[in-house]
């Protein structure tokens, strides 16, 4: 008789199904879109964590890039408003994207040669999830626009609001002045 090998990065690999449906185990990571509509959860630590450069992904986010986080399928719930969510299948991609209906929030990212992962915006989770994004993705599509870390310091006359100073031009020195 053979038996089946225990899977080593899975901590919940001995937690039954029905156990892990009813969310009684430790280490779950919740989220929820924008208007708390759509809330769903997947068992901690997620798969992997990255930063996504790539232009669909910029552009259904409005944003410089996006930060996903991936989970097995079977580590993922719905736990409010599935009857909420709608769906953009991209035919030529063969990937799919789902949005609130509600309030528009991105919430799942599939891809068709991935079926068994499903990808979640870092944003949506109101805790840990277990992984940092130390991935980059598309990064041959990084804008020129992006925030790359530079110092930045206070607008005057505006609380809360901090801006990219202009770099000091250094002072030529002429020989012989």
């Known amino acids: 008789m053979t038996r089946k090998p225990k899977v080593l990065d899975d901590p919940f690999a001995d937690v039954s199904a029905a156990k892990r449906k009813a969310g009684t185990q430790p280490g779950q990571a919740k989220g929820q879109c924008l208007c708390g509509t759509v809330r769903f959860e ?16 910029r552009i259904a986010h409005g944003a410089v890039y996006a930060t996903y986080v991936g989970s097995w399928r079977k580590r993922f719930r719905v736990t409010e408003g599935e009857d909420s ?3 953009y ?9 789902s949005f609130c209906s509600r309030c528009g929030t991105p919430l799942f990212y599939e891809r068709g040669r991935s079926k068994h992962m499903i990808n979640i915006p870092r944003a949506l989770f109101k805790n840990r999830t277990g992984r940092e994004p130390l991935y ?18 206070p ?6 609001v901090v801006w990219e100073r202009p770099r000091k031009k250094k002072a030529f020195d002429f020989p012989g002045a």
């Open 136 to 153: 980059h993705i598309g990064i041959d599509e990084l804008q020129a626009w992006a925030y790359m870390g530079t110092p930045l310091g």
């Open 85 to 87: 969510i709608t769906r």
């Open 42 to 57: 997947i068992d901690v630590p997620a798969r992997w964590a990255w930063h996504d450069h790539t232009r669909a992904s």
């Open 89 to 97: 299948d991209d035919a030529a991609t063969k990937t799919s994207r």
């Open 155 to 160: 607008l005057k006359g505006y609380p809360g």
